[in-house]
């Protein structure tokens, strides 16, 4: 077959012989045929990681996530607990990666309630969002969910676990999915539930608190507005900024915030660079990039400075 071909192309080592295996293992678990599976998915894991090296290369992830799968069938839980760790750990820290489709698998059968909650929210929610654009979901009334996920998040995890943070990214990402004023009360319970989490690991990942500090202000009194919104300069005033379009967002999302709130040169230092990314890597008519565009002419209207207004005016740059 087409396996067998590319073993003859490629050698029985190469790269894409590691994929296609690593595929036809992960079909072979959704039939059950754990036994099948086994080498397969051990012996294209092996040479994933030796080809990409990082437990956070969306390759890995997959590979990783299908080992999981298989051992949790094969009813050999510890085989799969370093690799839940290793889940654990890229939904925690890795970019782009805090995703509840992954982040479950950083959890076992032990865990079934935080599991099951997590999934109903997910469903309501309509997966995690990091655009700059606000969301639209509006779901019904979630908040038997959230007092389930409250007490299921008390029971099982500790600030301190890679487990916990990688829940509380989600939870932004939820957040920032759902429609700011429609879902206000939800986003709000979202992202009171990450913030002790994303305090504890602020040093280590500043842009997460700061996103979340940014959906607490939305909606908020005037005096709480203003206080979450110079915590969240404060907190990224020194970070060093992302350097992908996903990561920019937040530095966008936080500096329509401080413009909002008339702090016009901390907005200027998140949005400037940011811009220049989104500009980069998405291109010019790209929605986020004009609606940061948006922000940038907004921001220059209002400090007087109408050529540089006029530099991020209607129309984008040609080419």
């Known amino acids: ?7 003859r192309v490629h ?35 092996e040479l994933i990681m030796a080809t990409v090296g990082n437990e956070s290369n969306f390759m890995a992830i997959e590979s990783i996530v299908r080992l999981v799968t298989l051992y949790d069938g094969l009813g050999t839980p510890e085989k799969a607990a370093a690799h839940r760790t290793s889940i654990a750990r890229t939904a925690a820290i890795g970019d782009g990666t805090a995703i ?15 599991i099951d909650v997590m999934d109903q929210l997910q469903s309501a929610c309509g997966g995690v969002s990091i655009t700059v654009a606000p969301g639209r979901r509006a779901p019904g009334d979630v908040a038997p969910l959230l007092a389930r996920l ?19 990214r989600v939870l932004i990402g939820w957040a920032n ?33 700061a996103d979340a500090l940014a959906v607490l202000a939305a909606n908020a009194e005037p005096d709480e507005r ?9 907190v990224l005033r020194d970070a060093t900024p992302g350097r992908r379009w996903f990561s920019a967002t937040t530095e966008i999302r936080v500096g329509r915030l401080l413009l909002a709130e008339g702090m016009h040169a901390e907005a200027e230092h998140l949005l400037r660079p940011a811009y220049d990314i989104l500009l980069t890597q998405l291109g010019a008519d790209h ?26 005016g209607a129309s984008p740059p040609a080419g």
């Open 1 to 7: 077959g087409s396996l067998e071909q590319l073993r």
């Open 11 to 45: 050698g029985a080592r190469g790269f894409p012989v590691a994929i296609a295996e690593s595929m036809l293992g992960e079909n072979l678990v959704q039939q059950e045929r754990y036994r099948e599976a086994q080498p397969l998915l051990e012996r294209s894991h």
């Open 100 to 114: 509840w489709e992954i982040a479950r698998h950083a959890f076992d059968s032990g865990d079934a309630s935080l």
């Open 150 to 168: 409250e007490d299921s998040l008390r029971a099982t995890l500790n600030v301190t676990e890679h487990r916990s943070r990688a829940v509380a």
């Open 177 to 209: 999915a759902l429609d700011p004023e429609a879902a206000a009360t939800l986003r709000r319970s979202l992202a009171l539930t990450a913030l002790p989490s994303l305090r504890h690991w602020s040093d280590e990942r500043p842009a997460d608190l």
């Open 226 to 234: 203003h206080q979450r919104a110079e915590e969240a300069w404060a």
């Open 287 to 312: 929605s986020e990039t004009l609606l940061t565009r948006s922000l940038l002419h907004e921001l220059y209207t209002q400090t007087g400075r109408p050529a540089e207004a006029a530099v991020f």
